[in-house]
């Protein structure tokens, strides 16, 4: 029925069949009707069994087709070695077929089984198209020669912007002609190299590449072992690069010492909004350096910091630069060993900063003293949206602070409490916070301590909050008297979600 409507009207404009068991005589048949449609746009075949053949009937509509914009081909993952996936036979139809379309924008042919003799094809097309903007060919088995061909075609395309290689083996050797295409290339604005087994000396010369680049504002070097000498390049394309916005550079090994370059170099940034240090080792001196940046800085929106070693003492240097911090929305500090001293800092600095909507400080031991200051804080706190403090050893009295300043605050949306230590008492405190509380929607309090006494208080709040639109209990200690009060409070507000399971 539907590729009678393909063939035969001009109704549908978008084609959703994600995961729909097409199969490849299925697309045989949404090729040939593809040839002569004159009305579709989108279609996304993801996740289906399209295989050669399937795609070999695409990429022949390609040809001719000259009104698809998007096409989305996506496999079901490069170790999925059967017919399903797109292997070089069907790549080649593809790159064949944008050699001569001039309707095509994006294409997806991520998650398949394509390796370099495919990818040659697709990359010589890239030289002649002129209308591709976005291609996503992740996570499929292009070695050196594929990549070396996608390098060699960034030097002649002057329309794509978007390029997405992530998790492909683009090596050492191939990494060179990346790079020497990012010198000339002025129209790629977003390239995902992550997993790319780039290495020191792959990133390194990417990274000097990026110092002369005019075009690329997302960089994603995440996961391809760099080091600290590469950080310190890093360190002078942020000094000079006019262009770079995005910038993601988890699980590198840049340590404190390549952290150190780096955030001296973000002092006087003007271009930066978004960088990932996640997964780094970064510890203390590496924190205190990333404390003074946010001094200083002044375009940086958001920092993702995850599973370092900051610690306390960084943390504390963090917490102080973010009392004179104007530009930074997100933070993300968590796992980083931050006890007492830095949850105290961080929740302090909430007192006097006018710009932080988004705190997460999961996995850390900032128990009751930086649970208390985090707490009072939110009473002053005029911006903070989203507040993540799962694993921190909070019990019930810290439970308290913080519930008595959710009766007067009035932005809070969502708080993340998973983990902790909260009992009847803790969960009373919440209770009688949500009956004065407007603006919080959503409160996640799994695996937590809480029995059929704080259940109940929880379920007496709902008779009257009417904000609240879910409530995460699960792997508590409720029984059937909480279970019974909050399944009738459910019922009488229809509009909340109460999770009860493990």
Same mark, same amino acid.
């Given at each position: 029925?539907?590729?009678?409507?393909?063939? *035969?009207?001009?109704?549908?404009i978008?084609l959703?069949?994600?995961?729909?068991? @097409?199969?490849v005589?299925d697309?045989?048949?949404?090729?040939e009707?593809?040839?002569?449609?004159k009305s579709?746009?989108?279609?996304?075949?993801?996740?289906?069994?399209l295989?050669?053949?399937?795609?070999?009937?695409?990429?022949?509509?390609?040809?001719?087709?000259?009104?698809?914009?998007k096409?989305?081909?996506? %496999?079901?993952?490069?170790y999925i070695?059967?017919?399903?996936?797109?292997?070089?036979e069907g790549?080649k139809?593809i790159g064949?077929?944008?050699?001569?379309n001039k309707?095509? =924008? *994006?294409?997806?042919v991520?998650?398949?089984?394509?390796?370099?003799?495919?990818a040659?094809? @697709?990359a010589?097309?890239?030289?002649t198209?002129?209308?591709?903007?976005?291609l996503? @060919?992740?996570d499929?088995k292009?070695?050196?020669e594929?990549?070396?061909?996608?390098?060699k075609a960034?030097?002649?395309?002057? =329309?794509?912007?978007?390029?997405n290689l992530?998790?492909n083996?683009?090596?050492q050797?191939?990494?060179?002609?990346?790079?020497k295409a990012?010198?000339?290339n002025?129209?790629?604005?977003r390239?995902n190299?992550?997993? =790319?087994k780039?290495?020191?000396? %792959? =990133?390194?010369?990417?990274?000097?590449?990026m110092?002369r680049?005019e075009g690329v504002?997302?960089?994603?070097?995440?996961n391809?072992?760099?080091?600290p000498d590469?950080?310190k390049?890093?360190?002078?394309?942020?000094r000079?690069?006019?262009?770079?916005? /995005?910038?993601?550079?988890?699980n590198?090994?840049i340590?404190?010492?390549g952290?150190? +370059?780096?955030?001296?170099a973000?002092?006087?940034?003007?271009?930066?909004? /978004?960088?990932s240090?996640?997964?780094n080792k970064?510890?203390?001196?590496?924190?205190?350096?990333i404390g003074?940046?946010?001094?200083h800085?002044?375009m940086?929106?958001?920092l993702?910091?995850?599973e370092?070693?900051? %610690?306390?003492?960084?943390?504390?240097? @963090?917490?102080?630069?973010l009392?004179?911090?104007k530009s930074?929305?997100?933070?993300?500090?968590?796992?980083?060993?931050?006890?007492n001293?830095g949850?105290?800092?961080?929740?302090e600095?909430?007192r006097y900063?006018?710009a932080?909507?988004?705190?997460?400080l999961q996995d850390?031991e900032?128990g009751?003293?930086?649970a208390?200051?985090i707490?009072?804080?939110?009473?002053?706190?005029?911006?903070l949206v989203v507040?993540?403090?799962n694993?921190?050893?909070?019990?019930?009295?810290?439970t308290?602070i913080i519930?008595?300043?959710?009766?007067?605050?009035?932005?809070?949306?969502?708080i993340?409490?998973?983990?902790?230590?909260?009992?009847?008492e803790g969960?009373?405190?919440?209770?009688?916070?949500?009956?004065f509380?407007?603006t919080?929607t959503?409160?996640h309090?799994y695996?937590n301590? +809480?029995?059929?006494e %704080?259940a109940m208080?929880l379920?007496e709040?709902?008779?009257?909050?009417?904000?609240?639109k879910?409530?995460?209990?699960?792997?508590n200690?409720l029984?059937?008297?909480?279970?019974?009060?909050?399944?009738?409070?459910a019922?009488?507000?229809?509009?909340?979600?109460?999770?009860?399971y493990?």
């Open positions: 029925e539907i590729v009678w409507i393909l063939s *035969h009207t001009g109704l549908i978008d959703n069949l994600y995961d729909h068991k @097409i199969e005589s697309a045989k048949v949404i090729g009707a593809l040839k002569s449609n579709l746009r989108n279609l996304n075949l993801n996740y289906n069994n295989g050669d053949e399937g795609a070999n009937v695409i990429g022949e509509a390609l040809k001719t087709n000259t009104t698809l914009k096409l989305h081909l996506g %496999g079901r993952g490069r070695i059967d017919y399903t996936n797109i292997g070089n790549a139809a064949e077929g944008l050699k001569r309707a095509l =924008t *994006h294409l997806d991520g998650n398949n089984y394509i390796e370099d003799e495919g040659i094809v @697709i010589e097309a890239l030289k198209n002129t209308t591709l903007l976005q996503n @060919i992740e499929n292009i070695g050196n594929g990549m070396r061909c996608f390098g960034l030097e002649e395309n002057k =329309t794509l912007k978007d390029l992530h998790y083996d683009i090596g050797k191939s990494a060179v002609v990346i790079a990012l010198i000339s002025t129209t790629v604005a390239l190299l992550n997993y =790319t780039l290495g020191e000396v %792959g =990133t390194k010369v990417i990274a000097k590449a110092k680049n504002e997302y960089l994603n070097l995440d391809n072992n760099m080091g590469v950080a390049v890093i360190g002078t394309v942020l000079n690069n006019k262009i770079l916005s /995005q910038l993601w550079l988890r590198n090994e340590g404190d010492e952290a150190v +370059v780096i955030c001296k973000l002092r006087n940034n003007k271009t930066l909004t /978004q960088l240090l996640e997964e970064i510890e203390e001196r590496g924190g205190a350096a003074e940046a946010l001094r800085n002044r940086l929106a958001k993702y910091l995850e370092n070693k900051i %610690g306390d003492e960084g943390a504390k240097i @963090i917490g102080e630069a009392r004179y911090n930074l929305h997100i933070l993300n500090m968590n796992t980083n060993d931050i006890a001293g949850g105290r800092a961080i929740g600095s909430l900063n006018k932080l909507t988004e705190l997460y850390n900032i009751y003293e930086g208390k200051y707490g009072e804080s939110l009473r002053e706190n005029k911006v507040l993540n403090l694993s921190n050893k909070i019990g019930d009295e810290d308290k519930s008595n300043s959710l009766k007067s605050n009035r932005v809070l949306s969502l993340h409490l998973e983990s902790n230590k909260i009992g009847d969960a009373k405190g919440l209770g009688e916070a949500l009956k509380n407007n919080l959503r409160l309090l695996s301590y +809480v029995g059929d %704080g208080f379920s709040a709902l008779e009257v909050n009417t904000t609240l879910e409530l995460d209990l699960g792997d200690e029984e059937d008297e909480g279970w019974e009060a909050l399944k009738q409070a019922k009488e507000n229809p509009k909340i979600n109460i999770s009860l493990t």
